[in-house]
C-alpha cells in the first residue's frame, strides 16, 4: 500500500534520510524540508496526507510550525518526531496540534503511529464526548 503523500520536516539529512526509508513502503508521495518556516511554505503547495515533524530547528522550530500550519490548515495530521522523550515534550507537542508522537530511536512503530493519527485526524474526538 503506498498512497499516501508525506512532508518530512527536519534539520538533520541522515535522519530525513531515516525517515523517508522508513515511509517509503507507504507513501507514493514524499516532499522533504530543513526547517519549520520551509515546512509552511511546503504544506501549502503540496498538502500532504501526513507531516514527520522535528522540534529543534533552526529559523523556526516545529512546535511553531506545527501552530502555524494548524492555524491555516485545521485538519493538517503533523507527528512530531523527536529525540525528546520527556512528557513534558509530549504535551507541548500536543498543545501545538500535532496528532502523534514518535521517538527517533524507536522509529519501528512509524507506521502504525503514522495510521493512528491519520484516524483521529479523520474523526476527531468531540467535544464534550465521551472517551
Known amino acids: 500500500m503506498k498512497n499516501l503523500s508525506v512532508l518530512i520536516v527536519e534539520d538533520h539529512a541522515?535522519?530525513?534520510?531515516?525517515?523517508?526509508?522508513?515511509?517509503?513502503?507507504?507513501?507514493?508521495?514524499?516532499?522533504?524540508?530543513?526547517?519549520?518556516?520551509?515546512?509552511?511554505?511546503?504544506?501549502?503547495?503540496c498538502h500532504p496526507d501526513v507531516v514527520l515533524m522535528d522540534i529543534e530547528m533552526p529559523r523556526m522550530d516545529g512546535l511553531v510550525a506545527t501552530q502555524e500550519i494548524k492555524k491555516s490548515f485545521p485538519g493538517a495530521c503533523i507527528v512530531i518526531v523527536s529525540d525528546y522523550e520527556a512528557?513534558?515534550?509530549r504535551v507541548a507537542a500536543s498543545a501545538s496540534g500535532a496528532s502523534g508522537y514518535a521517538?527517533?530511536?524507536?522509529l519501528e512503530d512509524l507506521e502504525a503511529i503514522i495510521f493512528r493519527s491519520l484516524v483521529f485526524c479523520a474523526f476527531?474526538?468531540?467535544?464534550?464526548?465521551?472517551?
Not at 476527531?124 to 472517551?131: L, V, Y
Open 87 to 89: 512528557d513534558e515534550f
Open 103 to 106: 521517538l527517533k530511536r524507536d
Open 124 to 131: 476527531p474526538a468531540q467535544e464534550g464526548s465521551q472517551s
Open 14 to 45: 541522515g535522519v530525513r534520510d531515516l525517515l523517508r526509508r522508513t515511509v517509503e513502503t507507504i507513501a507514493s508521495h514524499i516532499v522533504e524540508c530543513s526547517d519549520g518556516a520551509d515546512a509552511l511554505v511546503a504544506y501549502r503547495h
